[in-house]
């Protein structure tokens, strides 16, 4: 596709469920990035993949986190046991190149509401 | 660890009228700024970026930002706003290639 896609763009959940969001990064981009923006706050790192490395997980806010990119490709972001304060918007990034943080394109994100 | 302020929630402004929206950071380093946008029903978009040089940067539509070290700052500036810029602009400051820290953005609401 031309850009980077997420699903769902809408997910209501009910606490203590697990959820799984999706991330399509643009064809070619080496780079992906996890992050979630609260009601009224800045958009929050997860996690970030490039290539091959190790990815970067340092944002991860507890162990009910989890993000994998299979084929260097699609990510999923896993939220275990969801609380009511993982309710946010979560957005993926991508970016061409070694060079982290050169050019982020973002998705549309998921809105995860926990009830 | 570092943060970025933008003190300016909410702008309002008629078009024509310039526009300054203020992004400070707390690091002492070496620091790179981005400013990105979002128009409304559109993605996060990259609007320009300093990594060094010049400490007046351009960007896309028209935009601007300068750099000055002894104050913090990465202010956004555009002498003559439309009502095609309405949209929220976030700060973010990338400190030791970690992950971007983003401000809690600046809606902008431009009038016809």
């Known amino acids: 596709g031309a850009g980077v896609s997420q699903s769902p763009s809408n997910k209501v959940t009910e606490k203590g469920k697990d959820v799984e969001l999706r991330c399509d990064p643009i064809?070619?981009?080496?780079?992906l990035y996890w992050y979630r923006q609260s009601l009224g706050q800045g958009l929050e790192f997860l996690i970030y993949f490039q290539g091959n490395s190790a990815p970067d997980k340092s944002g991860l806010p507890s162990d009910r986190f989890s993000a994998e990119r299979t084929g260097g490709s699609v990510s999923t972001l896993t939220i275990q046991r969801t609380q009511q304060e993982d309710s946010a918007v979560y957005l993926c990034?991508?970016?061409?190149?070694?060079?982290?943080?050169?050019?982020?394109?973002f998705g549309s994100g998921t809105q995860l509401s926990v009830l | 660890a570092q943060s970025v302020s933008q003190h300016n929630h909410h702008v309002i402004l008629s078009e024509a009228a310039s526009l300054e929206l203020g992004c400070n950071y707390s690091?002492?380093?070496?620091?790179?700024l981005f400013w990105y946008v979002q128009y409304p029903g559109q993605h996060l978009q990259l609007l320009l970026k300093?990594?060094?040089?010049?400490?007046l940067v351009k960007g896309i539509k028209g935009f601007e930002a300068e750099f000055i070290k002894s104050k913090f700052s990465f202010n956004l500036r555009k002498p003559s706003v439309q009502w095609s810029d309405t949209a929220e602009y976030f700060c973010a400051v990338e400190t030791g290639r970690r992950a971007l820290t983003f401000g809690s953005g600046t809606r902008l609401q431009v009038q016809p």
């Open positions: 990034a991508s970016s061409l190149g070694d060079r982290r943080n050169e050019k982020l394109f």
């Open positions: 300093y990594f060094s040089g010049d400490p």
């Open positions: 064809s070619g981009h080496t780079a």
């Open positions: 690091y002492g380093g070496t620091v790179n």
